[in-house]
């Protein structure tokens, strides 16, 4: 079975800052797939970033890029140039390649982005 | 907007009760996945059908129960109701397929449950 762990419950950081929440998964699959979700107040779940295990470029959308490290099978987010609209939990996941899986969420770690 | 809509919105019922949360996913999407989020557990996995059928389970309980009708829309039953069930229900669609590939997870915007 697979496990997602997210170390940091709660986060800060100043507006316009740059910040790395960390994420470590642990798993027997070779190939997969890892997501951030971002959640804000609304209780919206929303796809921030995805990373395909089988590639070895760090996936990058706008101010939000990762750190994919497969031998250590860690995956952090780095959000740039903090916003005030940041502030969210943020959920990592982990998915199996195989078509059509569940994901499975670490705990979140809570962003709060201060202005 | 996801596109998936769940209802109600909210519900409040006492210990022991039923109740039916539903669940439509994006038109064209043919798998619905159900999530639970609560506290103490997180997101967790309850279970998923693909075009009508069970795919996968989850950490559901035998208290639970859910099905995916004709019209691909979901329902997820809720029965013998307890305090620790409060938590909010997330259905998620995607396009789906019995094939290796990612399709992405549509989350609808959730019920909030409360069990007094």
């Known amino acids: 079975a697979q496990t997602v762990t997210q170390s940091q419950p709660e986060m800060s950081v100043q507006e316009a800052e740059t910040v790395t929440l960390s994420c470590t998964y642990d798993?027997?699959?070779?190939?997969?797939?890892l997501f951030w979700y971002k959640q804000p107040p609304s209780r919206q779940m929303i796809l921030v970033i995805r990373?395909?295990?089988?590639?070895?470029q760090n996936a990058t959308e706008n101010r939000f890029s990762v750190n994919f490290q497969k031998a250590a099978k860690s995956f952090s987010l780095k959000i740039s140039d903090s916003q005030l609209g940041d502030t969210a939990m943020y959920f990592c996941a982990f998915m199996k390649l195989t078509g059509n899986t569940p994901l499975v969420f670490g705990k979140g770690t809570r962003l709060s982005v201060i202005a | 907007d996801s596109g998936v809509t769940q209802t109600p919105k909210h519900l409040i019922t006492a210990t022991g009760q039923r109740v039916t949360l539903r669940c439509s996913p994006r038109s064209g999407d043919l798998s619905v996945y159900w999530y639970q989020q609560s506290l103490d557990q997180g997101l967790q996995f309850l279970i998923h059908?693909?075009?009508?059928?069970?795919?996968a389970k989850g950490n559901i309980l035998e208290r639970f129960s859910a099905q995916q009708f004709p019209d691909l829309h979901s329902e997820l039953n809720l029965s013998s109701l307890e305090l620790g069930d409060s938590a909010l229900y997330f259905c998620a669609s995607s396009v789906g397929g019995v094939w290796t590939g990612w399709y992405e997870q549509y989350f609808g915007p959730g019920t909030r449950l409360t069990v007094t």
């Open positions: 990373q395909e295990a089988y590639k070895q």
């Open positions: 059908y693909y075009n009508g059928e069970e795919r």
């Open positions: 798993t027997s699959e070779s190939n997969y797939y």
